[in-house]
Nanobody, 125 residues
């Protein structure tokens, strides 16, 4: 069993930056797969960034070059650094963890077992 708690969301103007954190209470994330997802009103949840147990990363095309996913296994914490934010980035951002083995970082929500409640990110012009 794992509990995930996101923080760091807020309201920013387009072009601004935010850093999201996700603290995991439970088993170590050192060998886990983790991901950041987002869900805007009326839209499906989509994978934004993922990192696998070896540290390989994968990004949604629209955030490449702007978002960076990283993790601190000692702190059992996942991060998402977001820069040059756009209006279309407005959403609730959720983190997720998978402890079972799979190959490569995953952006599919169906690959994850535990989820946080999310943190709101609002980008305005």
């Amino acid at each position: 069993q794992a509990n995930l708690l996101e923080s760091g969301g807020g309201a920013v103007q387009s072009g601004g930056s935010l850093r999201l954190s996700c603290v995991v209470s439970g088993p170590s994330i050192s060998q886990a797969h983790m991901g950041w997802f987002r869900q805007a009103p009326g839209k499906e949840r989509e994978g934004v960034a993922a990192i696998d147990s070896a540290g390989a990363v994968r990004y949604l095309d629209s955030v490449k070059g702007r978002f960076t996913i990283s993790k601190d296994s000692a702190a059992n914490t996942l991060y998402l650094q977001m820069t040059n934010l756009e209006l279309e980035d407005t959403a609730v951002y959720l983190c997720a963890v998978r402890y079972g083995y799979t190959r490569g970082p995953k952006l599919s929500r169906h690959q994850y077992d535990y989820w946080g409640q999310g943190t709101q990110v609002t980008v305005s012009s």
